[in-house]
């Protein structure tokens, strides 16, 4: 049935993370004993201050439509915690909130590409970058990095990159799927290189800023010059333990805000009420309030590490902020795993599903084939139960 179906949808990937994590439901209904590493989610609760914020909104009445482009009190807040965390002169003008930082996304690809731009993705990148690029009109040009360089371009490769036809480079940091972070002197760099291109816009994925084990944290709209060409992308989903909130915001020029409310008016209209009325509380929050899970990642990251180190075969780099390690598998490809042969990522985290019973996501995915990736938010238990496995599977 497919040819009835629109080329838009035929030629739109299915998010691997969410096809992997579906895949590991499956097998676990059936009985199935799997750890699941693949999605991207905090396994604390939301926390108790943000709990009462949201039964308060719910006694308030908060049942009605929201303005498209989210509450006034939110974007303020917003506009403080932007100046408060990241040195970024937003007016509540500038922000709009989303269902999710994923619609916050689209939603800019949707009002900035037209057919043709092409946009730079440092590689690894997000899963849905690509994909939500390709469906916009736009071109994904991949810049690919290694385990050798913590995953991050450099501005010779970011100018080498560039076209005529260059409209924007989209990055997180810290990376999904990488963990990596950029410095200030590292995105300095490469704000000299755009510096030469005043046409070009840049989307900084910030929604991992507080899982940051580096001790320092830049948003490359901070760069001198840089705030009037950045789109800011965050939201509470990660830090907060609010995935299911569904509120993502963006910074961004005016004309873009209004761009994005525009559209966002025609397709969604405004985000849950209840949510964004507890995300005013979330963001209002001084970030000392998420030590303690930033600290048990921290604790997570480094024994994951530990244990990758031990695997003959797998090359691993340390990951300074989100909750995932992106290791090199490359050197099982062409060998034969108890009676699987390796050809690539894939086949490697299909070998860990079947043999392991390990759910992790391959490189593929995120313009990496050499990688795979699995998240470590999840105990230390069960970390270490999957880290065992792993290791059994891939020993020859």
């Not at 690809?109 to 916009?136: C, H, R, T």
């Not at 902020?321 to 992106?326: E, K, L, N, P």
């Not at 099982?332 to 043999?355: C, H, P, Q, W």
Request: some cysteine; aromatic content about 8%; overall charge negative.
């Amino acid at each position: 049935m497919n040819h009835i179906l629109s080329d838009r949808i035929n030629n739109l990937a299915t998010s691997q993370t969410l096809a992997m994590a579906a895949l590991a439901r499956e097998l676990k209904a059936q009985g199935k004993d799997i750890i699941s590493l693949s999605l991207g989610e905090p396994d604390f609760n939301t926390p108790e201050f943000i709990k009462e914020a949201v039964k308060k909104a719910v006694d308030e009445n908060y049942s009605t439509y929201s303005p498209v482009e989210g509450y006034l009190e939110l974007r303020e807040a917003i506009s403080r915690k932007f100046k408060r965390d990241n040195g970024l002169e937003y007016k509540p003008t500038q922000i709009v909130v989303s269902t999710g930082a994923k619609q916050s996304l689209y939603n800019i690809a949707q009002v900035m590409l037209n057919d043709g731009d092409e946009v730079i993705l440092p590689a690894p990148y997000w899963v849905s970058y690509f994909e939500i690029v390709k469906l916009s009109g736009g071109v994904p040009v991949e810049v690919p990095t290694s385990v050798d360089t913590d995953f991050k371009i450099t501005p010779e490769q970011l100018e080498a990159a560039i076209t005529p036809k260059t409209k924007m480079m989209w990055f997180s940091s810290p990376c999904n799927p990488s963990g990596s972070v950029y410095s200030r002197e590292e995105l300095t760099a490469l704000a000299k290189v755009l510096e030469k291109h005043p046409n070009i816009y840049v989307v900084a994925d910030e929604i991992y800023e507080h899982i940051n084990f580096s001790g320092t944290f830049c948003s490359i709209g901070s760069i001198p010059g840089m705030l009037e060409k950045t789109i800011t992308v965050n939201g509470v989903a990660k830090a907060f333990a609010m995935t299911g909130y569904r509120i993502g915001y963006i910074g961004a020029p005016e004309f873009i805000a209004k761009a994005c409310t525009k559209i966002q008016g025609q397709v969604t209209s405004g985000a849950n009420s209840v949510a964004q009325r507890a995300t005013i509380t979330a963001v209002d929050a001084d970030p000392s309030v998420l030590n303690h899970m930033v600290q048990a990642f921290h604790t997570r990251r480094d024994l994951v590490v530990g244990l990758l180190k031990e695997i003959p075969g797998v090359k691993i780099n340390v990951p300074e902020g989100a909750f995932y390690v992106f290791p090199d598998v490359s050197s099982f490809f062409g060998k034969t795993l108890r009676g699987t042969e390796i050809k690539d990522a894939n086949d490697v985290s299909m070998y860990l599903l079947a043999e392991a019973n390990v759910a992790t996501v391959t490189g593929d995915a995120f313009g990496n084939p050499n990688c795979i990736r699995f998240s470590y938010a999840t105990s230390d238990d069960i970390l270490k139960e999957a880290l065992r496995r792993i290791k059994e599977a891939l020993t020859l």
